[in-house]
């Protein structure tokens, strides 16, 4: 099943916030650990409409635990 066009832009802006709270530095890595988390999420996800909001909160604490 794909995504709806409005899960995709909330995945895409999701990426891009984080990249502005992390440094474009960050970009790559933030993508790829985004993408991975996504893919595990999604399997799971009954709901995917609720996906970008878990996935954003997922990805900024592995960048803090990171960053520390």
Do not use: Q
Not at 7 to 23: D, Q, S, T
Not at 31 to 57: C, G, N, S
Request: no cysteine; glycine share 6%.
């Amino acid at each position: 099943m794909e995504d709806s066009e409005t899960i995709k832009r909330a995945h895409e802006a999701n990426v891009k916030r984080l990249i502005e709270e992390f440094g474009e530095g960050w970009g790559d890595r933030i993508r790829v650990i985004y993408a991975k988390a996504r893919d595990a999420a999604e399997l799971k996800a009954r709901v995917r409409e609720f996906t970008p909001i878990f996935l954003y909160r997922e990805v900024r604490g592995v960048l803090e635990s990171m960053d520390t």
